[in-house]
């Protein structure tokens, strides 16, 4: 059984940081592209920030230079290092494991709120 856990949320107040992790049970994880979405109230889920097997990493313009995507395979476990958190990084964070061409599996975690306000 696959599972995603994410953890690491909570309240922050603008310009704090937050680090969230993700453990990922049930995959390989090591071959898996990990990403980071989030979801704002009334707004569609959106990429925050991907990173591939080999460790390559993207990045949604608006959180450049401010967030930090870092996978431990060791661990099975990605991380998203939040810094100068704004209001508007206020949303569900949602943890997404897609295995590309191999296979074509895609799972997504349970998500962990993440607040932003004074």
């Known amino acids: 059984q696959v599972q995603l856990v994410e953890s690491g949320g909570g309240l922050v107040q603008p310009g704090g940081s937050l680090r969230l992790s993700c453990a990922a049970s049930g995959i390989i994880f090591r071959i898996y592209v990990m990403g980071w979405y989030r979801q704002a109230p009334g707004k569609q889920r959106e990429l925050v920030a991907a990173?591939?097997?080999?460790?390559?990493?993207n990045y949604a313009d608006s959180v450049k230079g401010r967030f930090t995507i870092s996978r431990d395979n060791a661990k099975n476990t990605v991380y998203l290092q939040m810094n100068s958190l704004k209001p508007e990084d206020t949303a569900v964070y949602y943890c997404?494991?897609?295995?590309?061409?191999?296979?074509?599996?895609?799972?997504w975690g349970k998500g962990t709120l993440v607040t932003v306000s004074s």
């Open positions: 990173i591939t097997s080999g460790g390559l990493t």
């Open positions: 997404n494991a897609d295995s590309g061409s191999r296979g074509g599996m895609n799972y």
